[in-house]
C-alpha cells in the first residue's frame, strides 16, 4: 500500500510540475516583445564576457575607455540604440540582440529575418565606417527552457527595415 501511494504521489507531482511549467511557457510566449527581449539581453550578456548593456550603465562609463572621438560621439548621441557593447583596449564592438520563441514551423520557413528602422540601419552603417564592429546575436527560446545562440557579423540582409519608419 505505502509503494501504491508513494508512486500515486509521485504521479501527482510529476502532472503538477508539467502543469506549473506549462503555465510558466505560456506567460512567456504571451509576453510582451520588450521582456522577451531583455531576456535575450540577459542571456547574451552572461555568454559575451566583459561586455555591459547600454540600458544597464551610465554614459560616462565610456570616458574610462581609450576610443577615439567620433566614436565615442556616435556612441553617446545613439546611446539607446545600443543593446552589448563590449570595448577591449581602443577595440569597439557592438551587440544587437533579438530573441525569437521557437515554433516548429520554422523548421519549414526560410531563415527568418528581423525587423530594423531606417534610423538604427543608418547608424550602423556609420558605426562600421568608423571602424566599429558590429555583431548580431539571435537567442531562440525553447519550449523547454533551453536556449540557443547565434553569434555572426551584422549583415543588413538578416533585417527588413520597418516601413513606418521610412517616412
Known sequence: MFK???GLFGHAYFIYLHVILAFMYLQLNNCHDSLKGEIGEVIA????KNSFRAVDANKSLLDQYAINAQQKKLLLDHWFYLDLINITDDKVTLYEVKTKKYFY??????QMRYKI???FLDFCNKALALGI?????????FEDWKCGIIIKDFNKNDFFVDKRTLT
Open 4 to 6: 501504491s501511494l508513494l
Open 45 to 48: 550578456k552572461s555568454v559575451i
Open 105 to 110: 514551423k520554422q523548421l519549414t520557413r526560410t
Open 117 to 119: 528602422s531606417k534610423q
Open 133 to 141: 564592429d558590429i555583431k548580431f546575436v539571435q537567442i531562440t527560446l
